[in-house]
């Protein structure tokens, strides 16, 4: 199984990596429910470079992102799945509401977001730009969302 850390961890870890000429690759997200959008979306971020690196929202930051009802998953078990995956190379917790931290910190060569954003409007793109890295925009997969699969586990009979 791959690493989940702090940050302080994965500093070392992304320092040993780009010694040795490693593209890193950073995404970052709530990973509630992980479903298939999730693992083509994180495979595709994989392939990008040589190692991955997920920053996974903490459980307070994603209640103030997406409400109290949220997350179903605490933050030990997403972590767990997510460092399961063969794509994911490192997991790093955060407690903020943004990566900025984690992404300047850290300073991966390849940025990946999920979606219908603009290079311009993801948080730390400037800050991977200006080390000379690049912003990818990666469409998601129609059809999966951690939002949708819940409505239909409430669904469900009882």
């Excluded at 999730?38 to 997406?66: E, M, P, Q």
């Excluded at 799945?81 to 992404?103: G, H, N």
Aim: glycine share 8%.
């Amino acid at each position: 199984m791959n690493a989940a850390c702090d940050l302080a961890g994965a500093r070392l870890i992304v320092d040993r990596w780009q010694a040795d000429g490693r593209r890193i690759v950073f995404t970052n997200g709530c990973f509630d429910l992980l479903h298939p959008g999730h693992i083509d979306y994180l495979s595709r971020a994989r392939a990008l470079g040589d190692a991955l690196i997920v920053g996974l929202n903490d459980d307070d930051s994603i209640r103030r992102l997406k409400g109290e009802s949220r997350p179903v998953n605490p933050l030990a078990d997403r972590a767990i799945m997510l460092a399961a995956l063969r794509s994911v190379d490192l997991v790093v917790p955060f407690s903020e509401d943004t990566p900025l931290k984690l992404i300047s910190a850290l300073k991966p060569d390849i940025l990946v977001k999920g979606g219908d954003y603009e290079p311009a409007n993801i948080v730390g793109a400037e800050v991977v730009l200006a080390a000379g890295g690049k912003v990818v925009v990666m469409p998601f997969i129609e059809g999966y969302s951690t939002t949708r699969l819940i409505r239909r586990i409430y669904s469900l009979p009882r």
